[in-house]
């Protein structure tokens, strides 16, 4: 699982980050909520940990735009202990409320059970200004506008996505989109993103040509 760890306290989120790591969770890390809105709504995420009082904006405020964006669990960080607080946090979709000091292994605990009662219910979403693509829903949207594309083109397209940033040979593509189908050129690639380019529109300069090598989605 992958956690992102949100708090203006850098030794909580080391210290919260070394037991997660060591449960073998994936962990980024975020200082303030506005960076923990892009990082959500640029990346995929099992469960989000975040204090309230933030710099920048703090963690309810955080809580509703990640929760627009996708339905990932928030756990809720505190040294405030007003029921009003713990009230209001579950109004705007908290997952739980943990209060400070609090012990790294009961949230730890905590993080296992708001990520399996929501496994259930994961609808992935991968957002890019008015690009959306539903993973689990099969479907892209344009600024709003449902595109349709192959299963082939989609099936690219998030691969291309769920490794972004990341420059990718035509063969790996081939292989990881195609498995086990052989093509004895790179014409395939070629030409589904050709037609991939042309479906997104004005988005089509998220995916880069990678000189004599292929392509990444690049943000």
């Given at each position: 699982?992958?956690?992102l760890i949100v708090d203006d306290e850098i030794k909580i989120r080391e210290v919260v980050s070394e037991y997660a790591k060591a449960?073998?969770?994936e962990c980024d890390q975020a200082c303030n909520g506005k960076e923990a809105i892009?990082?959500?709504r640029n990346g995929s995420y099992d469960c989000v940990v975040m204090d309230i009082m933030m710099p920048e904006l703090d963690g309810f405020s955080a809580c509703r735009k990640i929760k627009a964006i996708r339905?990932?669990?928030v756990i809720m960080l505190s040294a405030r202990t007003e029921e009003d607080d713990k009230l209001f946090s579950f109004d705007i979709g908290v997952d739980d409320y943990i209060t400070k000091p609090f012990s790294p292994k009961e949230?730890?605990?905590r993080i296992k059970v708001v990520c399996e009662r929501n496994s259930v219910h994961t609808n992935e979403k991968y957002i890019f200004?008015?690009?959306v693509i539903d993973k689990d829903g099969r479907s892209v949207t344009v600024d709003g506008e449902k595109v349709t594309l192959t299963p082939k083109e989609l099936d690219l397209l998030i691969y291309l996505v769920e490794h972004k940033n990341i420059a990718l040979g035509r063969d790996k593509l081939l292989s990881a989109v195609w498995e086990t189908e052989y093509y004895d050129d790179d014409r395939t690639i070629d030409t589904h993103i050709k037609m991939l380019r042309k479906d997104l529109g004005k988005y089509a300069d998220y995916i880069v040509t990678v000189r004599g090598m292929g392509y990444k989605f690049e943000i």
């Open positions: 699982m992958r956690i449960m073998g969770y892009e990082m959500v339905d990932v669990p949230l730890m605990a200004d008015g690009l």
